[in-house]
C-alpha cells in the first residue's frame, strides 16, 4: 500500500516530505509532488512532514482524492526525482487548504 499525494499540495508544493523518505520515491512537476507508487514502501514517515497535510495511506484516502492514485503513478513516470528539500512556492500558504486546486495543476 503506498501513500498517494492528493489535492493540497498543488500550487503550495511543501517539500519536507522528501527530506525524510528513504527511498527517495518522490517526484516533483511545476507546482505538485507525487509518490512513486512502485517505489514507496509503506514507511509513514513523510504523512507527518507535510505541512498542507496532502499526503495519505492509500487505504484512508478521502473518498473525493481517489483519483489521485492515479495522477501520482502517471506522473511519478514523467517527472524528475526530487530527494532534497527547496523552498515551497512563494505563495504557498495563500493556496494551503484551497478547495478544488485540480484545474490548476500544471503537468
Known sequence: M???VTDNCIKCKYTDCVEVCPVDC???????LVIDPDECIDCALCEPECPAE???SED???????????????LSGIWDNI????DPLP????????????QYLER
Open 91 to 102: 505563495d504557498a500558504a495563500e493556496w494551503d487548504g484551497q478547495p478544488d486546486k485540480l
Open 54 to 56: 496532502a499526503i495519505f
Open 26 to 32: 518522490f517526484y516533483e512537476g511545476p507546482n505538485f
Open 2 to 4: 503506498a501513500f498517494i
Open 60 to 74: 484512508e484516502l478521502p473518498a473525493d482524492q481517489v483519483h489521485f492514485v492515479e495522477l501520482n503513478a502517471e
Open 83 to 86: 530527494t532534497e528539500k527547496k
